[in-house]
């Protein structure tokens, strides 16, 4: 299987294509600050999701990549609700996206938890 194939990564993916189009109505001045956090922080979900998967041969790199994910899907979080503060996006846009990077945390997790399903072996 390719990384491309895993829930957590299609689902970030889909995330921070979300952000991205999104974010091109934040104003000018937030181009390189909030803006530029925003898209960074979502696309790195899936940057190490794929790192990730491709160190699968050594449990604790899985792991330790899986973790970088998560904390980037946090990261993302937070941009979220500063752009809802600042009111750049609706409360349902803010309640949306979330929820969706609340799920995204949750297949992140499980694959943490689950390693073996992901083809991680136990040496």
Not at 39 to 46: A, E, L, Y
Not at 68 to 78: K, R
Request: hydrophobic share 35%; charged share 30%.
């Amino acid at each position: 299987m390719d990384y491309k194939e895993l829930l957590a990564f299609k689902k970030g993916f889909e995330l921070a294509m979300c952000i991205f189009q999104i974010s091109k109505n934040f104003p000018k001045e937030e181009r390189y600050s909030l803006t530029d956090q925003i898209r960074r922080s979502s696309r790195s979900v899936c940057a190490c999701i794929a790192e990730s998967y491709r160190k699968r041969q050594y449990p604790a790199h899985f792991k330790s990549k899986l973790s970088d994910a998560d904390m980037e899907n946090s990261e993302t979080n937070v941009w979220l609700d500063f752009s809802h503060a600042c009111e750049y996006i609706s409360d349902e846009t803010h309640l949306e996206l979330t929820q969706k990077a609340t799920e995204v945390g949750k297949l992140i997790n499980y694959m943490m938890l689950n390693p073996s399903k992901f083809g991680v072996s136990s040496k």
